[in-house]
């Protein structure tokens, strides 16, 4: 499948996960632009999901290590 925006391209990978899931096969590939990312199993999907983000930011031109992250401090017990 090709696609022109990584957010759909997240949107057919959480689907997938969901049909694998259900009992689907987990093998296939997907394309944006001259990329082709293909998975074989439950972890490189969860792979490729991970890297469709890094994949943006650099294609933004951004440093993925100096994202924002808006998320809670964990606190230590004493």
Not at 56 to 67: F, Q, V
Request: aromatic share 10%; with cysteine; net charge positive.
């Amino acid at each position: 499948m090709a696609f022109t925006s990584w957010s759909d391209l997240r949107t057919a990978i959480k689907n997938a996960l969901t049909d694998h899931v259900a009992g689907a096969p987990c093998v296939g590939g997907y394309s944006i632009g001259s990329r082709h990312l293909q998975y074989r199993n439950f972890d490189e999907l969860c792979g490729l999901l991970e890297k469709t983000y890094k994949l943006e930011a650099l294609e933004n031109g951004m440093d993925p290590s100096n994202r924002v992250s808006y998320g809670r401090h964990r606190r230590f017990a004493r």
